[in-house]
């Protein structure tokens, strides 16, 4: 399985970008790089996506390095509201979604 | 709200019964995923099927069996229920069967609680 690496925790101030890291250094050539929350007692939600170009949406933008062994969720001005887990997967092993450990962000107001 | 429901939300049960949870795609979404929650093993997908037919399979254990309806709806059936099956189960879909580009929606869980 291609594996990713997220730091446990991290900590923003409300109104600050965030900046969320993810290694993945044994990405394949075809796998997508997909980034999911969970907010408290809810289920997971989709974030963003991509494959080699950086991506924005109205939630995020996905910073992904040239060689593709890394990548940065992006967070214009963090709110109390985006304090979640956030999940960085590799889609690649058919359909599942392999989740990892993910990132605490704590937001302080 | 992602447009995936899940019945019911609480379930408290006794240990070695059986219980079944339902879950309802998204308008026009053929996949359903069920994953399971736990606070020592995280989010570990379960199995997966499309339009009515099973598509993968993960940590599922032998006592826990799945299926998909032609209306589409999804039930996980746990059977011979143990403490340490108590967990979230989460369902979620998605349009297609690509786990590389399709974006899965998740329903908001079922809490099991085996006594």
């Known amino acids: 399985d291609a594996k990713t690496t997220q730091p446990n925790s991290m900590e923003s101030n409300e109104e600050e970008p965030v900046h969320l890291p993810c290694n993945h250094s044994?990405?394949?050539?075809?796998?997508?790089i997909h980034w999911y929350r969970q907010l408290p007692s809810q289920g997971p939600e989709y974030v963003i996506h991509?494959?080699?170009s950086n991506v924005n949406n109205r939630m995020a933008s996905l910073a992904i390095a040239e060689d593709r062994k890394s990548s940065t969720l992006i967070l214009h001005r963090a709110t109390l509201r985006d304090a979640a887990v956030y999940y960085c997967i590799l889609s690649w092993a058919g359909n599942m979604l392999t989740f990892g450990g993910g990132t605490r962000l704590m937001v302080k107001p | 709200d992602s447009g995936v429901t899940q019945t019911p939300k609480h379930l408290i049960t006794a240990t070695g019964q059986r219980v079944t949870l339902r879950c309802s795609p998204r308008?026009?979404?053929?996949?359903v995923y069920w994953y399971q929650q736990s606070l020592d093993q995280g989010l570990q997908f379960l199995i997966q099927?499309?339009?009515?037919?099973?598509?993968a399979k993960g940590n599922i254990l032998e006592r826990f069996s799945a299926q998909q309806f032609p209306d589409l709806h999804s039930e996980l059936n746990l059977s011979s229920l143990e403490l340490g099956d108590s967990a979230l189960y989460f369902c979620?879909?998605?349009?297609?069967?690509?786990?590389?580009?399709?974006?899965?929606?998740f329903g908001p869980g079922t809490r099991l609680t085996v006594l």
């Open positions: 979620a879909s998605s349009v297609g069967t690509s786990g590389r580009t399709d974006t899965q929606y």
């Open positions: 991509g494959l080699t």
């Open positions: 099927y499309y339009n009515g037919e099973e598509r």
């Open positions: 044994t990405i394949s050539g075809t796998d997508y």
């Open positions: 308008s026009g979404d053929l996949s």
